[in-house]
């Protein structure tokens, strides 16, 4: 009796206040707010909505039949509201670590706080502390230890600090987030050379006067950087992989600079590789050395079950140019998911690569990896990555360590290692003689009481897949894309390929997938992701709130340049043009063929899913989600089959006959202005 009391009471209410409305006088956003409040309830109670209402969301929508849009589709969207964008906790979490040349202190980079920190490695305190505004990351240091050098990824610049007085001397702008940073001596002076992560090259700075001398393009992402002893060469390990063509297999760079002539010398392709985050040099021997994850993307997802989707190894590449061979650093039953940092030892003799999925630092014997290269024959070293025999024979120890181990830091004396174990703010000291662990440096309580620093655990975890090969992050490398189409579906290869996402931004934009049939997060990475992809045990619920927590906390990528303050004359011509109703002749363009309908502002869609002609070869429907484009630009390639390599692709090449919003008047420039308005998005 109470409850039918309830409804009906709600419901005169409703009606009266629909009523009501009307004859009120409010300003507009009230009368919005009040609106859909009252036909949120009307909804919620099975009512039918309003003549008013149906007929404003068949305008606004394009539908004939709207049952299936909320007033929320389109109002109450804002920015200021999204998850990255409100306050966070912020952890000290170790980046970037750089060891003093004479042995007494560490430097470490926290990017979090933006802080860098010297730690007394006698007593394991911190011993002082400057602040670094813009996520400082990577670190290097001149020789004489005076100088230490920071980049800071959001500001787009490197730092010079004074050892001696730790703070900021200069400051150099550079390419967009910057991450690696290599110090080289050079007989025209001193170098750094910063690899810019967004912009895809590196950029080439006089160490002494904070200026930079040149911009040398790389491979996608560049991360990891390492210098020649007589500083002359740069090498640059790119961690994404470009795919030539959709149906082709991708491949990453490894691009060696000459420091003085500021240009590229020589680029070697790392052959279905990609998430190489760092790189060593052995110069007696004549190899560099990077990390790398062996990707399988074009086979079908279902061969997760026989580790043929992803596997983990070191890419050795000859310094004369005449061959690359990648060597395993899995072991049948004992995979090495998410290679981050490697290093070797002064000696010469051992290699040390941390596991970032996996939670261990493995202990490489390098006399034997070259040993098996000089003996092995071409064929074989071609093979060698295949051969899940072949680590068994070079492993000298796997250490473990806490969650998601990073980069790494030798003492100057080669005897302790650091491993920042990033996840939990604490640094692991090995004794590389021993092979015992030594203790911790904590830099702060783990904040596991954090969930979206629960939620970036769970992420980064191989612990939850299949003989724990891989984690979220192998193919979402900082929440973002690796650039790859996968084979999800099973059914024949090549079937169905599906361009990877971006979980960047990612907040509020339902529904997901290319397909929009996932109306939350919660139930994208639920139980059906754990049986087709993970191949074990879904999340349990906590953790499932935890990752929600995790990826809704990224904010947009950027790609551009943190330097530019306002819009550029260009991105203002795009910008009308993404909004325009008319041609410049003056013609109208149809409301559903207008950019700003289908990716309205502030996300930039309609959380709707339309057919605007872009079924390709390999698709199995018409009608995709429309895409948010927040970041647009960092998360080539386009298209649910990722066939177009570029956003201009997306006009030229698959131009749909203006179905993709009117775009056949559009010349060059046009066109160039629009896609510079898009990547301010
Ligand atoms: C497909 C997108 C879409 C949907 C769905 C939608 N609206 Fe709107 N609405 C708009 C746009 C665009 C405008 C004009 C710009 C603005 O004021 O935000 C607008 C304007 C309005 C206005 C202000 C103008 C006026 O008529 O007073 C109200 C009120 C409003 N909407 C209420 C609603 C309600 C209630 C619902 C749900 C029943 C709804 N809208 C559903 C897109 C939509
Ligand atoms: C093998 C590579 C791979 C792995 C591993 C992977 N993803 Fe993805 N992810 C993709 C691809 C490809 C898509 C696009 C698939 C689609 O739309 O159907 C995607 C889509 C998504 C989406 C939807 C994004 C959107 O805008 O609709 C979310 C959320 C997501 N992944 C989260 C995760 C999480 C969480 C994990 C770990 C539990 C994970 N992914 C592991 C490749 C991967
Ligand atoms: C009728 C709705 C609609 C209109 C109008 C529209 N789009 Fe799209 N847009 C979509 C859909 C749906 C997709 C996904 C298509 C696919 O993946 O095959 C898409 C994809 C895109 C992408 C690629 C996103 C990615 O992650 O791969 C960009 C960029 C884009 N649109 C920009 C624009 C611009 C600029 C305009 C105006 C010239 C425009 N769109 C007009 C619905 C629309």
């Given at each position: 009796?109470?409850?039918?009391?309830?409804?009906?009471?709600?419901?005169?209410?409703?009606?009266?206040?629909g009523?009501l409305?009307?004859?009120?006088?409010?300003?507009?956003?009230?009368?919005?707010?009040?609106?859909?409040?009252?036909?949120?309830r009307?909804?919620?109670?099975?009512?039918?909505?309003?003549?008013?209402?149906l007929?404003?969301?068949r305008i606004?929508?394009?539908?004939?039949?709207?049952?299936?849009?909320?007033?929320?589709?389109?109002?109450?969207?804002?920015?200021?509201?999204?998850?990255?964008?409100?306050?966070?906790?912020?952890h000290?979490?170790?980046?970037?670590?750089?060891?003093?040349?004479?042995?007494?202190?560490?430097?470490?980079?926290?990017?979090?706080?933006?802080?860098?920190?010297?730690?007394?490695?006698a007593?394991?305190?911190?011993?002082?502390?400057?602040?670094?505004?813009?996520?400082?990351?990577?670190?290097?240091?001149?020789?004489?230890?005076?100088?230490?050098?920071?980049?800071c990824r959001?500001?787009?610049?490197?730092?010079?600090?004074?050892?001696?007085r730790?703070?900021?001397?200069?400051?150099?702008?550079?390419g967009?987030?910057?991450?690696?940073?290599?110090?080289?001596?050079t007989?025209?002076?001193?170098?750094?050379i910063?690899?810019?992560?967004?912009?895809?090259?590196?950029s080439?700075i006089?160490?002494?006067?904070?200026?930079?001398?040149?911009?040398?393009?790389t491979?996608?992402?560049?991360?990891?950087?390492?210098?020649?002893?007589?500083?002359?060469?740069?090498?640059?390990?790119?961690?994404?992989?470009?795919?030539?063509?959709?149906?082709?297999?991708?491949?990453?760079?490894?691009?060696?600079?000459?420091?003085?002539?500021?240009?590229?010398?020589?680029?070697?392709?790392?052959?279905?590789?990609?998430?190489s985050?760092?790189?060593?040099?052995?110069?007696?021997r004549?190899?560099?050395?990077t990390?790398?994850?062996?990707?399988?993307?074009?086979?079908?997802?279902?061969?997760?079950?026989?580790?043929?989707?992803?596997?983990?190894?070191?890419?050795?590449?000859?310094?004369?140019?005449?061959?690359?061979?990648?060597?395993p650093?899995d072991?049948a039953?004992?995979?090495?998911?998410?290679p981050?940092?490697?290093v070797?030892?002064?000696?010469?003799?051992?290699?040390?690569?941390?596991s970032?999925?996996?939670?261990?630092v493995?202990?490489?014997?390098?006399?034997?990896?070259?040993?098996?290269?000089e003996?092995?024959?071409?064929?074989?070293?071609?093979r060698a990555?295949?051969?899940?025999?072949?680590?068994?024979?070079?492993?000298?120890?796997?250490?473990?360590?806490?969650?998601?181990?990073?980069?790494?830091?030798?003492?100057?004396?080669?005897?302790?290692?650091?491993?920042?174990?990033?996840?939990?703010?604490?640094?692991?000291?090995?004794?590389?003689?021993?092979?015992?662990t030594?203790?911790?440096?904590?830099?702060?309580?783990?904040?596991?009481?954090?969930?979206?620093?629960?939620?970036?655990?769970?992420?980064t975890?191989?612990?939850?897949?299949?003989?724990?090969?891989?984690?979220?992050r192998?193919?979402?490398?900082?929440?973002?894309?690796?650039?790859?189409?996968?084979?999800?579906?099973?059914?024949g290869?090549?079937?169905?390929?599906?361009?990877?996402?971006?979980?960047?931004?990612?907040?509020?934009?339902?529904p997901?997938?290319?397909n929009?049939?996932?109306?939350?997060?919660a139930?994208?990475?639920?139980?059906?992701?754990?049986?087709?992809?993970?191949?074990?045990?879904?999340?349990?619920?906590d953790?499932?709130?935890?990752?929600v927590?995790?990826?809704e906390?990224?904010?947009?990528a950027?790609?551009?340049?943190?330097?530019?303050?306002?819009?550029?004359?260009?991105?203002?011509?795009?910008?009308?043009?993404?909004?325009?109703?008319?041609?410049?002749?003056?013609?109208?363009?149809?409301?559903?063929?207008?950019?700003?309908?289908?990716?309205?502002?502030?996300?930039?869609?309609?959380?709707?899913?339309?057919?605007?002609?872009?079924?390709?070869?390999?698709?199995?429907?018409?009608?995709?989600d429309t895409?948010?484009?927040?970041?647009?630009?960092?998360?080539?390639?386009?298209?649910?089959d990722?066939?177009?390599?570029t956003?201009?692709?997306?006009?030229?090449?698959?131009?749909?006959?203006?179905?993709?919003?009117?775009?056949?008047?559009?010349?060059?420039?046009?066109?160039?202005?629009?896609?510079?308005?898009?990547?301010?998005?």
């Open positions: 009796m109470k409850t039918r009391g309830m409804i009906i009471l709600s419901v005169a209410v409703v009606i009266g206040l009523g409305l009307a004859s009120l006088n409010l300003n507009t956003t009230k009368r919005q707010s009040l609106r859909i409040f009252v036909h949120d009307k909804q919620a109670l099975g009512l039918n909505p309003g003549q008013r209402d007929e404003h969301m606004m929508t394009g539908l004939k039949d709207v049952s299936n849009v909320s007033c929320r589709h389109c109002h109450g969207i804002e920015l200021e509201h999204m998850r990255w964008n409100k306050p966070r906790r912020r000290p979490t170790p980046e970037g670590m750089v060891h003093s040349p004479d042995g007494g202190g560490l430097f470490v980079a926290l990017a979090d706080q933006n802080q860098v920190v010297e730690i007394d490695t007593t394991r305190a911190i011993k002082r502390r400057a602040t670094v505004p813009g996520k400082p990351i990577g670190l290097a240091i001149a020789p004489a230890g005076d100088r230490l050098f920071v980049t959001e500001a787009d610049t490197v730092v010079a600090l004074n050892t001696a730790f703070e900021v001397i200069g400051t150099a702008a550079v967009i987030s910057p991450v690696g940073v290599g110090f080289a001596q007989p025209n002076g001193d170098r750094l910063v690899a810019n992560t967004g912009s895809g090259d590196a080439v006089d160490a002494s006067s904070m200026t930079e001398l040149a911009r040398v393009n491979g996608r992402e560049p991360y990891g950087v390492q210098t020649s002893a007589d500083g002359r060469l740069a090498f640059v390990a790119s961690r994404l992989a470009e795919m030539p063509h959709a149906d082709q297999a991708p491949a990453a760079e490894l691009t060696v600079i000459d420091t003085v002539r500021t240009r590229a010398v020589k680029r070697y392709p790392l052959e279905s590789a990609h998430l985050e760092s790189i060593a040099l052995d110069a007696n004549g190899w560099a050395l990390p790398m994850v062996r990707v399988r993307n074009l086979i079908p997802i279902t061969q997760v079950a026989r580790g043929w989707v992803m596997s983990s190894g070191i890419a050795f590449a000859r310094l004369d140019g005449s061959e690359v061979v990648q060597m650093l072991e039953n004992a995979y090495f998911a998410d981050a940092d490697l070797l030892h002064p000696r010469g003799h051992r290699a040390y690569i941390t970032g999925g996996g939670d261990v493995t202990v490489l014997d390098l006399d034997r990896m070259f040993e098996w290269l003996e092995a024959s071409p064929a074989a070293r071609q990555i295949h051969d899940l025999e072949l680590a068994h024979d070079y492993v000298v120890a796997r250490i473990p360590t806490r969650r998601n181990p990073s980069r790494l830091a030798l003492s100057p004396d080669g005897n302790t290692l650091y491993v920042a174990e990033r996840l939990e703010d604490s640094i692991l000291l090995i004794d590389t003689r021993t092979l015992e030594l203790g911790r440096i904590e830099l702060g309580d783990g904040g596991a009481d954090d969930p979206i620093r629960r939620g970036e655990r769970i992420f975890t191989a612990a939850k897949t299949f003989q724990s090969q891989f984690s979220c192998s193919c979402h490398p900082d929440g973002h894309v690796d650039g790859l189409t996968y084979d999800f579906d099973g059914d290869i090549g079937d169905n390929m599906l361009d990877n996402r971006s979980l960047q931004g990612l907040a509020g934009t339902w997901f997938k290319w929009g049939q996932n109306p939350s997060l139930v994208q990475c639920g139980p059906r992701f754990a049986k087709v992809l993970m191949r074990t045990d879904p999340f349990s619920d953790e499932l709130k935890d990752l927590a995790f990826i906390s990224l904010p947009p950027r790609s551009r340049s943190a330097h530019l303050t306002e819009l550029t004359p260009a991105e203002r011509r795009g910008r009308d043009i993404f909004f325009a109703t008319h041609t410049p002749d003056g013609e109208g363009i149809p409301r559903d063929r207008q950019c700003h309908h289908c990716h309205a502002p502030p996300l930039y869609t309609s959380r709707m899913k339309t057919d605007v002609g872009t079924r390709g070869p390999t698709s199995l429907i018409d009608e995709f895409p948010h484009l927040l970041g647009i630009g960092a998360s080539a390639p386009y298209l649910h990722g066939r177009a390599r956003l201009e692709e997306l006009w030229t090449l698959y131009q749909t006959n203006d179905l993709h919003g009117v775009s056949s008047y559009m010349n060059k420039h046009q066109l160039n202005d629009l896609i510079e308005f898009l990547k301010t998005l």
